[in-house]
């Protein structure tokens, strides 16, 4: 596998493969899709994309790829997760399907759809830990938000309620992994996959 530009992955099997694939690219990363065992195996990293969660557990269930890909996370895998990819990272959820897998790897508990309906998706500056004074643009689809996280999760960024004082995570990294409730592939902004190249490389 490679030492100079990582080759990271994205996991093929449903959601918004292609605009994760350009990010990745931009930051300079050799990106190329996952669907299979044998594709994740020459993967130096991989990222989970936006999508259903409930869908995607179900594909992944089906082309072979969940007990290797949770062999990999294990193994200390570097993996990044958007929306429905943040759900696969969580070792529970919230508001799931009671057959729903997940990759797990993230000590945190995240509730699906936390943020409301197709109809209730809005973008917001939010403040993001490690990339500098300027905010990143997130762009919230049916998302999900962490609810509580263990001691070793360290939390990246957080918005305000919309129902109260309080703020909800909506970034955070344990280790090698890290997980997003926002789509910063969807806004031309590629420093969330530049931080998460920047991970692959010190992970080798």
Not at 34 to 43: P, Q
Not at 109 to 138: C, H, K, M, W, Y
Not at 146 to 169: K, N, T
Not at 183 to 195: F, S
Request: charged share 20%; net charge negative.
């Amino acid at each position: 596998m490679s030492t100079n530009n990582p080759v990271i992955g994205v996991l093929a099997l449903q959601g918004d493969v292609r605009e994760h694939l350009i990010a990745l690219a931009a930051a300079d990363a050799l990106a190329r899709p996952v669907r299979r065992a044998e594709e994740l195996a020459e993967v130096d990293a991989l990222v989970i994309p936006g999508g259903e969660s409930t869908t995607m557990s179900k594909l992944a269930l089906l082309f072979g790829v969940m007990d290797p890909l949770r062999e990999r996370v294990a193994a200390g895998m570097p993996v990044y997760g958007t929306c429905a990819g943040m759900i696969m990272l969580a070792d529970k959820i919230l508001d799931g399907r009671d057959d729903q897998e997940t990759v797990g790897g993230i000590d945190m508990t995240v509730r699906r759809n936390a943020f409301g309906r197709q109809n209730e998706s809005f973008e917001s500056a939010i403040p993001f830990q490690g990339l500098g004074d300027e905010p990143v643009n997130g762009v919230f689809i049916r998302a999900p938000w962490v609810e509580s996280v263990g001691e070793g999760v360290q939390v990246l960024a957080e918005v305000p309620a919309a129902d109260g004082p309080d703020s909800r995570i909506v970034a955070v990294r344990q280790g090698n992994l890290l997980a997003t409730s926002f789509h910063p592939e969807l806004t031309g902004d590629h420093r969330v996959h530049a931080y998460f190249v920047a991970m692959v490389e010190n992970a080798h």
